[in-house]
């Protein structure tokens, strides 16, 4: 297999792990609060990760070459990116479900561009533009979508408006840590697993602090929900990584970008599939309208 069709097959596995993991996060999250969703799920992705990087790395002394300022950005971007983002996107998961989640979610590129823009001086063409008014477009349109059968209107415009405050906490995050990535080639799988690290800490430290400390610390104790929340977590938290991140090495960048975006598709037939979520007229215009932004965005 070539290089190209390697990097092509991973970024289709990784748009199918995510758009699965998302389906199984909507059914761990109808058992469990979002933050102790989010807790639970860092926890699984860091041991998984911790064992990677004893297989792959020397060791922590190949970080000795860093600064403090690296170190300190990366966390932040943990924070905001993986502790504040991810317990949002749960709450929002729960309010609209996989589907029309999954039309919003095609705002993370554009986010990505406009912070960018705004942090690293990056410019904008007109095809960003254009590509990133056809996916506002198609979130419009969802919103106007029917709530689901237990969700009022006010509900899945909250939801729509927390998803999308998430994907732009998301794209912040990663944005601030590029930097430290490209231009000190700080390791990658290092990286990961230190913002994992911080956004684990301090949902932690808020777990402990809280009067809900309880319920929130229950879900690692062994139980039937089990069965569906740790694969969705070793799906979100560490494949689709790996694989996302195995599509951007040995595919083109815009190729890979545009394949991983089919996750819309895949997770909108699983919600229909498993979830038995509506799919109407309405939302597959949505979602057509959206993935052209994405499209467009991606290849400019």
């Given at each position: 297999?070539?290089?190209?069709?390697?990097?092509?097959?991973?970024?289709?596995?990784?748009?199918?792990?995510?758009?699965?993991?998302?389906?199984?996060?909507?059914?761990?999250g109808e058992h469990v609060p979002p933050l102790a969703l989010n807790l639970f799920k860092?926890?699984?992705?860091?041991?998984l990760l911790a064992a990677t990087l004893l297989i792959m790395t020397d060791g922590a002394q190949s970080l000795d070459r860093f600064s403090r300022d690296d170190f300190a950005i990366l966390l932040l971007s943990g924070l905001l990116g993986?502790?504040?983002a991810d317990t949002i996107l749960f709450h929002s998961l729960n309010l609209i479900g996989v589907g029309i989640l999954s039309i919003v979610d095609c705002l993370y590129s554009p986010f990505i561009i406009f912070f960018a823009y705004l942090v690293l001086g990056e410019e904008l063409a007109?095809?960003?533009?254009?590509?990133?008014?056809?996916?506002?477009?198609?979130?419009?349109?969802?919103s106007r979508h029917t709530p689901p059968a237990d969700r009022t209107r006010g509900q899945l415009v909250i939801g729509i408006l927390l998803g999308v405050l998430?994907?732009?906490l998301m794209a912040f995050g990663i944005v601030i840590a590029k930097p430290v990535l490209d231009v000190n080639d700080f390791p990658l799988i290092w990286a990961t697993t230190l913002r994992l690290l911080a956004?684990?800490?301090?949902?932690?430290?808020?777990?402990?602090?809280?009067?809900?400390?309880?319920?929130?610390?229950?879900?690692f104790r062994p139980s039937p929900i089990w069965k569906v929340s740790i694969p969705a977590s070793i799906l979100g938290?560490?494949?689709?990584?790996?694989?996302?991140?195995?599509?951007?090495?040995?595919?083109?960048?815009?190729?890979?970008?545009i394949l991983s975006q089919t996750s819309i598709i895949f997770a909108i037939i699983l919600a229909t599939l498993i979830l038995k979520?509506?799919?109407?007229?309405?939302?597959?215009?949505?979602?057509?309208?959206?993935?052209a932004g994405v499209v467009i965005v991606t290849l400019a």
């Open positions: 297999m070539g290089t190209s069709l390697l990097g092509e097959s991973c970024a289709l596995l990784c748009a199918l792990g995510w758009a699965l993991a998302l389906v199984l996060f909507k059914r761990s860092n926890v699984i992705g860091l041991i993986i502790a504040l007109v095809s960003d533009y254009v590509g990133i008014g056809l996916i506002l477009v198609g979130v419009f349109i969802s998430s994907l732009a956004g684990t800490f301090a949902l932690a430290l808020f777990a402990a602090a809280s009067s809900q400390r309880r319920e929130y610390w229950s879900v938290a560490y494949l689709a990584m790996i694989l996302w991140m195995a599509a951007f090495k040995y595919a083109k960048a815009s190729i890979a970008g979520e509506s799919f109407t007229r309405r939302k597959l215009v949505a979602v057509t309208v959206a993935a």
